[in-house]
């Protein structure tokens, strides 16, 4: 018993001995295997981090791109939504027009639908759009919630990937548009955008070649109908996450390397280990130092990424606020600027001036593109060089710049300013060599005490209005903001929308001033005139509708309408069994240049040389030289007299009579009058008419007043007369009874 007590006191002994001996070895080799465990994990971690980190910031650069992308996108489109709203009635031409202004090459919308009564009606390009015109929203089932969120809203929204009518997918974004009627916003409709995706994704550097990228509508997707870009299961890989915040929603971008995470782990844990173990003393001293320096390194490229991000933003946002070309802050930026203003001085007001250059399109036109962008720059030069502190001169578009200012007495600062803006454009350019002279109008307009901040936006509308009113006085003027342009512009607003009315209601009219034959007063033919049956203001003369017309681009409808009128009125006079030789009608330029004319001209039910067109001659001939030379004589084969009409007071010339042939030449009214008394005019008045008999063409005189200018312009030669004197303008019902009256006089006096 004893014995065996001794032996297991050796055995422990012994076993403590052997322990103490190894104790060193097995100390080392615990911290070696410790160090080496907690090294390995450590840098797993540090490059899942790293590589974390530099997936995050491209994915930062991603988002960064998409956002400006679509917000320019979006910009593009409240621009062609402002345009539209400033004039609803406009047609598929100048809606067409209109967007390829605004549609820039680098933009990824590919396409514009705008939907008057949420129908589409206009599209640009129309070419391999057309399927899309007469959508209706509201029927179609995977359009209609976009649509309808639009207009429910107020706000923009963004959809996608549509499927579109037209064939093939993309994202669509849907601006609706409300007009002023004057009391309230009413709402007009919706303009689409249509956002090119494999673009926008292009553009944006979704199609990375080393990240797998997802986009969801929601931040934790449980559908794959939620992921439009990438898949579902993308989002269980521990994805990096980024948003793209936009006024109209919200995606979110998630990104995970190809191949997944922990593809580049460094040295393999076997290869540290066996290091480790052979350099147990050395090893955690050399260790700890690399970890310490491969740390720094490590913050520091973060510093720099962090540093290139946050310069790569401001790049982005300063390109996003300024122009490309001239380096003027951009639309975007003044209209920041009126939305958040920024006062020098509590009681400063805010002046807009509105610049639009008066010769650009010419010198673009002889200069090409490239002179043209030396007189933006050379503009925006001057500009900037006129601007104090606290000033902007910014351009929104075009040959169209604003100038900002502020102060407390704004009225005697908006005109100077106004006056050095035109005196410093006025000042001669060197374009390729050449003198140019360019100039511009301006519109002013100022803030008035008290105005609340939100009505900012108001003052760069009245500075439109006062620039319209410049150019309306000639080039290189300056105008002032008054509420008289205001009530003006609202007045023709009015008178416009009356008259697009009119023509649908046809209260547009035919009223008849006979001709009569110089030597026997004989009717010789009536000459057509436009009247306008208002409904509150009675009967209307062509002064007062004839520019709305022109400015709706309705002109040809307004002249279709009053040639059709005064055909039935001749085939009424026939069967009737008037001596009603000839009905001419006016002619407008647009009429002219409308690609069916002779077409339409071709179906009418007319007998030769009983109608006549009357060209005004303030019509510019050179502008429709080209027109008119494959026009008029075309016309003439359909059996159409050609007249010139106030002759004397506009562009035409004898080598214009003799180039197009006229039947007849009427003189201008204001020639007429003056010839009871003054023999110059009457020598001049003979002159014409010896002219028009040299090329056997016949003179009409108006304006015969008295009969004392009867008697003298019968003397003088003259073939027709018309004025006050022997008939005034009329009804069809009052010309029957005039015509009827006269041939009894006849009767009696025979």
């Known amino acids: ?61 991603i988002s960064s791109r998409l956002q400006t992308n679509l917000n320019s996108n979006v910009k593009l489109l409240q621009g062609l939504a402002a345009g539209i709203a400033v004039n609803p009635a406009m047609d598929q031409s100048a809606f067409a027009k209109l967007a390829a202004q605004i549609l820039q090459p680098d933009s990824q919308l590919k396409s514009f639908a705008a939907a008057p009564g949420m129908v589409v009606k206009w599209v640009y390009p129309e070419k391999g759009n057309e399927k899309a015109i007469g959508l209706d929203y509201r029927t179609n089932e995977k359009q209609r919630d976009g649509a309808m969120l639009a207009r ?23 601006c609706p548009i409300y007009i002023n009627d004057g009391r309230s916003q009413i709402f007009w409709g919706l303009l689409s955008g249509i956002i090119d995706i494999p673009r926008l994704y292009q553009d944006s550097g ?29 989002f269980s890989k521990q994805p990096v996450v980024a948003s793209v915040d936009m006024m109209y929603g919200r995606w979110t971008l998630i990104a995970v390397p190809k191949g997944g995470w922990g ?102 036109d002889t200069k090409g593109h490239a002179g043209g962008d030396a007189v933006l720059q050379a503009t925006a030069s001057r500009l900037a060089n006129l601007a ?33 803006i035109v005196a410093a454009l006025e000042k001669t350019l060197f374009i390729d060599g050449s003198e140019c002279v360019v100039g511009a109008s301006v519109g002013v307009a100022w803030e008035t005490e008290g105005v609340d901040a939100r009505d900012l936006g108001q003052l ?33 607003k009015e008178l416009a929308d009356e008259f697009n009315n009119a023509l649908d209601r046809d209260e547009l009219v035919a009223f008849f001033q006979p001709q009569f034959d110089a030597n026997t007063l004989d009717i010789a ?23 709305v017309a022109e400015s709706l681009g309705r002109s040809g409808d307004l002249d279709r309408l009053i040639l059709q009128k005064a055909l039935f009125e001749l085939a009424r006079w026939d ?32 007998a030769r040389g009983r109608l006549c067109f009357e060209l005004l001659e303030t019509i510019s001939f050179d502008d429709l030289q080209p027109v008119l030379n494959d026009i008029i004589p075309a016309v003439k084969e359909l059996g159409i007299e050609i007249e010139i009409d106030d002759f004397g007071t506009g562009h035409a010339s004898i080598v214009s009579l003799l180039r197009f042939e006229p039947r007849r030449l009427k003189i201008d009214r204001e020639i007429i009058k003056p010839i009871v008394t003054s023999r110059s005019q009457r020598r001049l008045v003979s002159s014409i008419i010896e002219i028009g008999r040299s090329q056997n063409i016949d003179i009409v005189a108006e304006g015969v007043e008295t009969m004392e200018h009867a008697k003298i312009l019968r003397d003088l030669g003259c073939h027709l007369l018309q004025g006050y004197a022997l008939a005034r303008p009329m009804s069809s019902k009052q010309l029957v009874e005039f015509c009827r009256a006269k041939d009894k006089g006849m009767i009696r006096a025979g």
């Open 263 to 364: 593809q580049n782990k460094g040295i393999a844990i076997f290869e540290v280990f066996a290091s480790l173990l052979s350099l147990c003393v050395v090893a955690p001293i050399v260790w700890v130092g690399f970890l310490t320096k491969s740390r720094q390194r490590t913050i520091e490229k973060l510093r720099l990424h962090k540093k290139k991000l946050v310069r790569a933003r401001q790049r982005l946002e300063h390109l996003s606020l300024h122009d490309a070309l001239t380096g003027l802050p951009n639309r975007r930026f003044v209209d920041q600027m009126i939305s958040r203003p920024q006062r020098p001085g509590p009681k400063d007001c805010l002046i807009l001036i509105h610049i639009d250059l008066d010769r650009f399109k010419a010198i673009n």
């Open 575 to 606: 069967s009737l069994e008037m001596r009603i030789p000839r009905v001419s009608v006016n002619i407008s330029a647009h009429r002219l240049a409308q690609a069916n004319l002779l077409a339409e001209l071709s179906e009418l039910p007319m």
């Open 1 to 61: 018993m004893k014995f065996r007590k001794n032996r297991s006191r050796g055995f422990a002994s012994s076993a403590i001995s052997h322990t103490s001996a190894f104790a060193p070895a097995i100390f080392a080799a615990t911290i070696a295997i410790i160090v080496v465990y907690v090294a390995t994990n450590w840098r797993l971690e540090r490059s899942l981090a790293d590589e974390r980190s530099i997936v995050a910031g491209e994915l930062a650069i």
């Open 460 to 492: 760069l509308l009245n500075a439109d209005l006062a620039l319209y009113e410049a150019k309306k006085a000639g080039r290189g003027r300056a105008a002032i903001f008054t509420e008289d342009l205001r009530s003006a512009a609202i007045l023709s």
């Open 388 to 420: 104090g502190p606290h000033e902007v001169a910014a351009r929104i578009g075009g040959d169209e710049f604003i100038f900002a200012s502020w102060s407390a007495n704004p009225e005697p600062r908006a005109n100077e300013l106004a006056q050095q």
């Open 525 to 547: 033919g009536v000459e057509t005139l436009a009247r306008w049956d208002h409904r509150r203001k009675g009967l209307l003369g062509p002064d007062k509708f004839l520019g």
């Open 206 to 234: 979704l199609e990375s070649a080393d990240l797998e990228i997802a986009i969801s509508t929601v931040p934790e997707p449980n559908s794959p109908k939620q992921v439009f870009l990438g898949g579902l299961e993308t």
């Open 152 to 174: 429910n809203t107020h706000n923009i929204v963004l959809t996608g990937p549509v499927d579109l009518v037209q064939g093939g997918t993309a994202f669509v974004a849907r």
